[in-house]
């Protein structure tokens, strides 16, 4: 059995980090700082078609053969955030 060095498994300034928050008299709000703002809501789209594209990459993956997954991937609505929305 091989002995790993003791430092190896140690990740100090991750202890420290934590060390420090523990220490904290900072406030937090009640929802744990998790608040929906504008920037940071969920965008909407539609779950069915979402679970379906899913389920196509999913059965190509497995079977190795087209199901379909490219159509219905590019089926779906562009869900991404524009960087320079303010």
Partial sequence: MSKRPEDASRQPESLATFAAASRSTDKVSPNGGLDVT??????????????????????????GTDQGAMEAIDALPDRTRSADKT
């Fill in 38 to 63: 504008d920037d940071t809501a969920p965008i909407p789209g539609d779950l069915a078609a979402q679970h379906d594209a899913a389920t196509k990459v999913l059965r190509e993956g497995v079977m």
